[in-house]
Nanobody, 120 residues
Framework: VQLQESGGGSVQSGGSLRLSCVVSGYTFSGSFMSWLRQAPGKELEWVSTISKGGDTTTYADSVKGRFTISRDNAKNMLYLQLNSLKTEDTAMYYC??????????????RGRGTQVTVSS
């Protein structure tokens, strides 16, 4: 199983980014998918999860209303649209092929990450 994130970068506060995660090596449509993030000096934080078919999404309170998770099962792609970015959103963002609990506790389910830096 391979997960590769992309789309990170440096933006100013209030800006937007779209993160992507390409998945290979297993049946993508058979798994819940999640995004997590880790800021410097802080613990890994769950951000969002999407169901296998994409019909159900959940978000951490800190990003609700600003971030949108989506998936394209035909392309084996997972996305995270980041809007109204704040400096506290600065972190390494990871995708994971699991729901919230497993994605937080099993490092092997996560990709290598893409860095998002938000400046004021």
């Amino acid at each position: 199983v391979q997960l590769q994130e992309s789309g990170g970068g440096s933006v100013q506060s209030g800006g937007s980014l779209r993160l992507s995660c390409v998945v290979s090596g297993y049946t993508f449509s058979g798994s819940f998918m999640s995004w997590l993030r880790q800021a410097p000096g802080k613990e890994l934080e769950w951000v969002s999860t999407i169901s296998k078919g994409g019909d159900t999404t959940t978000y951490a309170d800190s990003v609700k209303g600003r971030f949108t998770i989506s998936r394209d099962n035909a392309k084996n792609m997972l996305y995270l649209q980041l809007n109204s970015l704040k400096t506290e959103d600065t972190a390494m963002y990871y995708c994971a092929n699991a729901g919230r609990t497993l994605s937080l506790t099993v490092p092997a389910l996560r990709g290598r990450g893409t860095q998002v830096t938000v400046s004021s």
